[in-house]
């Protein structure tokens, strides 16, 4: 198994290395050789994943050569290794199988790109480092992997940053996310206080036999929910995702929607133990409101790619609900088909946005269904299967498990999320029925649009098919993998994972069907000067949602303005106080010395000059060393030295 | 031992400046560049050979010890020796002298001065780093002094002058601080020799006898601000924005990569386990004062528009991690303190070749007048990614290792303080990847696009550059490897610390 799980990791690994070092000179600009190393980590989390349901894991305490010694300090040894159990097979698969299909889109989507190479040499290392991030045995290489994700997430959303919004966006992102980061540091700092160790193994036999005291555990939680936060974009550090869009779509499909920003919900989901019942409740109120927030804003756009943004923010905040509920496996089973139909619906945009010549405004769009049959198809199964359209799709499913869990904790949670689940269906209906359904708003528009080429609508197929069957137990996705990992992370009788009652999912359907139907009557059967009219009373709050309400103005003017400010504050302070205050005495000594030291200024000056002349034999520089103001300065210096040396001799 | 090798090593570099100033002067600019150049490749080899030296010696203490009455009146000997500390600041030194050698190449003005100036540089800073004698200890830290003063006052920016004596004076006034407090001691107790005062204070738990706390304090405070403006540390910091502007490139690249990293030595060679009890006390203040100087110098940087003074806050802002993990007398803010220095003595010479690469095409430092060079100079732009996100903490790269290892060792002895100075994270975040946005990324302006006066890095610059980055990224991945050479020492020094300190 570890040769197994270093083939995962090292395979597009060294993709990279090749891809950056000879990408631009290979045939195809080697865009087949990032496709075959992503193909054989694929595979590779196949057989893990095989192992796994029969029963096998990777225990880096137990398998020798699983894990190193790093770094030590003192009598403490920072060992680091690779951890495979049930909850990683499953990421390994998504992040895997997601990361091929963006590949084999990307190499049709980004066709003649001068940069070619470098997008998939930049796959290439974000799939690396997520996968170090999921096979990390501990927090730290966790956190290593966190980082460098952030990084390639940077360099990918920055990808076109020959204009200035990718690179603003790309910014912001990193810097957002950093600030996130500040709670990941802290509860590395708080834990390795106590336990002088990383590994989550040692991590959670100190929170549950109690050697880490509860105070510590939440505080620590609390830090790694605020890095979570800041990853996966939820409130208040939502901010980035939305403008995280100006990168590629195939990069919005694999980062921002499938894997990296899942990497929060991963998180908590893997150090749970951690987690107590306070901090837990921080949880869910942070994926409460997030959830209903993003829901709203994502009524009111109308980029194609800010929808589905806003939406995968509301679903994590989905996830985070659950895992606030201890519905731990719900939550995480949602990350799993959430990242199949977002990646779908990413990439389906990416597919409507390529034949439409790069526009992205739905209001231009319309009746593509017509001349994109397989990408319409697809893109309608993604919608139901977000919408959670009950008994067929994967997302019905796994949100019903989420909600039953939040039913459980309390109705209240419940119904926060069930409005999110109506809001959900609904937008995502509005989006469906602006690019897919109606006349064409646009004629040029629609007259230049076709179906993708095969790279791209058979990676459509593909997650199509996965966002239904996703939802099923095939293979004992549920029962042999999450499940024994959930009892494993949860203290026994917290956990309600696939307990389906009754009144939930009869609510979870209703739910989901009005949102869609209501969405269907609004934008496929009513004419559009009805629905303007019927939005009218609401225009206040539209214009709100459409300004996200205003959460960029407030951060500028709250967090930007003041901390610019306060630079050039502080660089003015230390122009003129600190370094104001180093002069002032320089000026006072000099003249102090001028009026005593005469006599010693004139010997001293010509041991300077002598040295001077001996050391700089065929230097210019001389004559201007000579300029008066310096010479003072020599002497003055020169004396203290001189001082010092008689002192010295007494 | 009878070997001669710490001599030899400190003997190159000065018999090469020495040799420089017998060229004759009309081919003076090529011979006195390649004279430098194998003088520091000459310099790099025997360093090599003192660390084998260093790890083949067995039974603790320093190796290579060369040992003989100097002065006999004021009990002054020529006391020579290494421990892991000074061996890695040895190949520290040396390497980033070789680098800063090749900077060196295109110094038109006055070469033979130059040379010589840079070479005398190199044998102060060697010694600094294995003298046992606090008389020759200071006697090679002045010597380091006179060198770097001409390099920046002659061969610097339009206030080279200003910022020459600026330099001069303010590490002047630290070395006077750090005589009387030497002298001091000599006065007590008749000894320059570093090991025999540790021995003494191990002996009596501290200096100066019963009751001189007082003493101690006053004597730490004199070391601990001398070493502080090397360092430097707020509020001592405000020469070194100055003389890094006016200092040409490649001494821009010792003065940081190496000159601050004499201040951390300092600290770890006398300051620390001279007063232990002195260092606890004023534990608070230390930390207090790193805090002031990582989050504060990250704030003014932020402010800069001049991208070579942006550097230099930024060495304020990462130096202050050396303080801040000292004073937590912890192992792994020990280490990560001096693993700091190592990191810091490689990404800023490479961020200050950056700024060189650019200065040298464009005559100007304006970072608002950048914009696209990653488009224009590929190669360029990648590097100088590297060396930005090296800097900024990124995993897998050493100033990562630095600061995580720092920070978790500080907030085991002050929480409260640690969690304040991970903000400068994000600020230090912040104005690298506004810098990286204006320089590199974006639309390039025409001038920029023109290939003839800004072609890409040229192979030489690559030489400077590339195993810079090959050693970040090394100390990034496998950190035992550069750790392993100090920590045994490092230490023994911080137990010895703890055990006096540890006493009420």
């Keep these: 198994m570890l040769t197994l799980a270093l083939v995962v990791v090292l395979a597009p690994f060294g993709g990279f290395l090749l891809q950056s070092a000879f990408g631009r000179r290979l045939p195809r600009q080697g865009d087949w050789l990032t496709i075959a190393t992503i193909g054989a980590s694929f595979a590779a989390s196949c057989a893990l994943l095989a192992k796994v349901l029969g029963g096998e894991t990777l225990d880096p305490a137990v398998v020798a050569g699983a894990r190193f010694d790093w770094l030590r300090f003192g009598d403490v040894v920072w060992r680091v290794g690779v951890k495979v159990d049930g909850l990683t097979a499953v990421m390994l698969f998504v992040v895997t199988l997601v990361a091929f299909l963006v590949h084999v889109f990307s190499s049709a989507y980004m066709k003649g790109d001068p940069k070619y190479w470098k997008f998939f040499a930049w796959l290439q290392m974000f799939s690396t480092s997520m996968l170090v991030l999921v ?58 206080a106590q336990t002088k160790s990383f590994a989550f193994e040692d991590m959670f036999r100190a929170a549950t036999t109690g050697s880490l005291d509860s105070q510590t555990c939440t505080w620590a939680s609390l830090g790694l929910l605020f890095a979570a936060m800041g990853k996966s974009a939820q409130f208040p550090l939502h901010v980035w995702l939305p403008d995280a869009m100006e990168g590629p779509t195939p990069v919005s499909a694999l980062i921002h929607a499938a894997t990296m920003v899942a990497a929060g919900v991963y998180l908590v989901g893997r150090c749970y133990p951690l987690f107590t019942d306070a901090s837990l409740l921080v949880v869910a109120a942070v994926g409460g409101v997030t959830a209903v927030m993003a829901g709203l804003i994502a009524l009111a756009q109308d980029d194609i790619k800010k929808v589905l943004a806003y939406s995968t923010v509301s679903q994590l905040g989905f996830m985070f609900l659950g895992l606030g509920c201890k519905a731990w496996h719900a939550a995480l089973f949602h990350l799993t088909t959430h990242a199949f139909f977002k990646a779908l619906m990413f990439l ?81 209906f509005r989006l469906f029925a602006m690019t897919f359904l109606g006349k064409p708003k646009d004629e040029h528009v629609f007259e230049h649009a076709h ?49 389906h009652s009754e009144v939930v999912m009869t609510l979870a359907i209703v739910a989901g069907l009005f949102g869609l139907v209501a969405g269907f009557v609004l934008f496929a059967k009513t004419s559009p000067a009805r629905v303007a009219a019927l939005k009218r009373p609401f225009a206040a709050l539209e214009r709100a949602f459409a ?41 006072t000594a000099r003249s102090a010395s001028r009026g005593s030291g005469w006599a010693d200024a004139k010997v001293v000056d010509g041991a300077v000059r002598g040295t001077g002349a001996a050391v700089l034999a065929g230097g210019g520089g001389l004559s201007r060393l000579q300029s008066g103001r310096f010479r003072t300065y020599v002497a003055a210096g020169v004396v203290v030295v001189a001082t010092v040396l008689v002192v010295l001799s007494f | 031992m009878g070997s001669n090798l710490l001599t030899l090593t400190f003997l190159i570099p000065l018999a090469g400046s020495l040799l420089v100033l017998l060229v004759p002067k009309e081919s003076a600019g090529r011979a006195c560049r390649w004279v430098n150049l194998l003088t520091s490749l000459a310099t790099f080899g025997a360093t090599l050979a003192v660390w084998s030296g260093w790890s083949k010696h067995t039974g603790g203490g320093y190796a290579l010890v060369e040992d003989a009455a100097w002065i006999k009146a004021f009990s002054i000997r020529y006391h020579l020796g290494v421990d892991g500390v000074s061996v890695a600041l040895l190949l520290l030194t040396s390497f980033v002298s070789l680098g800063g050698s090749l900077a060196s190449w295109n110094i038109e003005k006055s070469p033979k001065g130059y040379h010589s100036m840079f070479l005398l540089l190199l044998g102060g800073m060697i010694g600094v780093f294995m003298a046992l004698d606090m008389f020759l200890f200071y006697l090679f830290w002045e010597i380091m002094l006179l060198p770097m003063y001409f390099l920046i006052g002659i061969w610097g920016g339009p206030r080279r002058q200003y910022a020459a004596i600026k330099f001069f004076l303010y590490t002047l ?261 506004i810098t990286l946005q204006k320089v590199y990324l974006g639309d390039t302006p025409a001038v920029y696009r023109d290939k003839a006066h800004y072609p890409d890095v040229s192979r030489r610059e690559l030489l400077v550059l590339v195993p810079l980055a090959i050693v970040t990224l090394w100390m990034g991945i496998l950190p035992d490897g550069a750790m392993s050479i100090y920590r045994g020492d490092l230490e023994g020094i911080l137990e010895g610390v703890k055990a006096i300190a540890g006493k009420p």
């Excluded at chain 1, 790069?358 to 269904?369: A, I, K, T, V």
């Excluded at chain 1, 049959?373 to 697809?378: A, E, V, Y």
């Excluded at chain 1, 103005?553 to 050039?568: D, G, S």
């Design chain 2, 173 to 433: 006034a630290g070395s006077v601080l750090m005589l009387a407090a030497i002298v001091l001691i000599w006065i007590k107790h008749g000894t320059f020799q570093i090991p025999e005062i540790v021995a003494l204070v191990k002996a009596h738990g501290g200096l100066f006898g019963e009751g001189a706390e007082g003493l101690r304090i006053a004597c730490f405070i004199a070391f601990f601000v001398a070493f502080a403006i090397k360092v430097p540390s707020f509020p001592f910091h405000t020469w070194l924005p100055d003389a890094h502007v006016e200092a040409p490139t490649p001494i821009s690249m010792i003065l940081a990569g190496v000159l601050l990293k004499m201040g951390g030595y300092g600290l770890i060679r006398m300051a620390y386990p001279f007063f232990p009890t002195a260092a606890a006390t004023l534990g608070t203040t230390i930390v207090v004062i790193s805090l002031i100087s990582i989050v504060y110098a990250a704030f003014v940087a932020m402010a800069q528009t001049d991208f070579k003074k942006l550097v230099a806050y930024s060495s304020v802002s990462h130096m202050g991690f050396v303080t801040l993990g000292l004073a937590s007398l912890t192992p792994e803010g020990h280490n990560g303190a001096m693993y700091m220095m190592l990191a810091h003595g490689t990404i800023s010479p490479m961020l200050f070749m950056i700024v060189g690469v650019i200065y040298e095409r464009a005559h100007h430092r304006d970072l608002d007048r950048f914009g696209g060079l990653a488009w224009a100079m590929p190669t360029y732009g990648v590097l100088a990614a590297f060396g930005i996100f090296a800097s900024l903490g990124l995993p897998a790269l050493s100033g990562f290792i630095a600061e995580i290892t720092v920070f978790l060792g500080s907030f085991q002895s002050f929480p409260r303080l640690t969690l304040v100075a991970t903000v400068g994270m994000v600020v230090t975040a912040a104005y690298y990847l």
């Design chain 1, 547 to 587: 300004r996200k309400f205003g959460f960029d103005e407030l951060y500028r003017e709250l967090v930007l303005r003041p901390a610019y400010t306060l630079a050039k504050i502080l660089s003015w302070a230390d122009a003129e106080g600190v370094d104001g205050a180093v002069n002032g005495i320089g000026r």
């Design chain 1, 348 to 428: 389906g945009s990416g597919s409507v946005i390529h034949a439409c010549h790069h526009e992205q405004d739905m209001r231009r769009m319309g009746g593509l269904w017509r001349k994109m049959p397989i990408t319409g198809t697809t893109f309608f199964v993604g919608v139901l299967a977000i919408a959670g359209f009950p008994f067929v799709t994967a997302g019905f499913y796994s949100k019903d498990a989420i909600l039953a869990g939040a039913w459980h904790m309390h109705p209240a949670l419940a119904w926060v999320g069930l409005g999110a689940a109506v809001l959900t269906a609904f937008y995502m």
């Design chain 1, 135 to 192: 096979l990390a045995d501990n927090l730290l290489v966790l956190f290593i992997g966190w980082e460098l994700v952030g990084l390639c997430s940077y360099k990918l959303i920055g990808f076109w940053s020959e204009k200035a919004a990718p690179g603003n966006a790309a910014r912001k992102a990193f810097i957002t996310t950093r600030i996130g980061d500040l709670g990941m540091v802290a509860a590395l700092m708080l834990v390795y």
């Design chain 1, 451 to 499: 179906e993708s080429p095969l790279p791209m609508t058979l990676p459509l197929v593909v997650l199509g098919v996965l966002s239904v069957v996703a939802g099923w137990d095939l293979v004992g996705w549920h029962t042999k993998l999450l499940e024994p990992t959930a009892a494993a992370v949860t203290s026994a009788g917290s956990v309600h994972g696939h307990e």
